[in-house]
């Protein structure tokens, strides 16, 4: 089992930049999961974001390839999404989430089964 954190969100300009940070604790080896990024505006669906394989594989929503890098440092349990020029579209709540450990399952959020609690990221226009 792992519980996650996320951390870094906050009010941004319109083509600014934030990093956000899902730091991992737990009996289990981190590096024995897969993390994925979500977000959910207000009266949205949770959409996935990008995702990244214990073996450093990587998935990003299409929509947001160019402007979103997720990595990984397994020897700091920590998975970091670095976003970059902003868009007010971009407002929502961000979370980490983790399938089951060495597993992959897709990037239906229903298919994760560890989560966040979030983080607010707001980009003014």
């Known amino acids: 089992q792992v519980q996650l954190a996320e951390s870094g969100g906050g009010l941004v300009q319109a083509g600014g930049s934030l990093r956000l940070s899902c730091a991992a604790s737990g009996r289990t080896s981190f590096s024995s999961y897969a993390v994925g990024w979500f977000r959910q505006a207000p009266g949205r669906e949770r959409e996935f974001v990008a995702a990244?394989?214990?073996?450093?594989?990587?998935f990003y929503a299409d929509s947001l390839k160019g402007r979103f890098t997720i990595s990984r440092d397994n020897a700091k349990n920590t998975v970091s999404l670095q976003m970059n020029s902003l868009k007010p579209e971009d407002t929502a709540v961000y979370y980490c989430a983790a399938p089951p450990a060495l597993q992959w399952r897709g990037t239906d959020p229903t298919q994760f089964t560890y989560w966040g609690q979030g983080t607010q990221v707001t980009v003014s226009s």
């Open positions: 990244i394989w214990s073996a450093g594989n990587i």
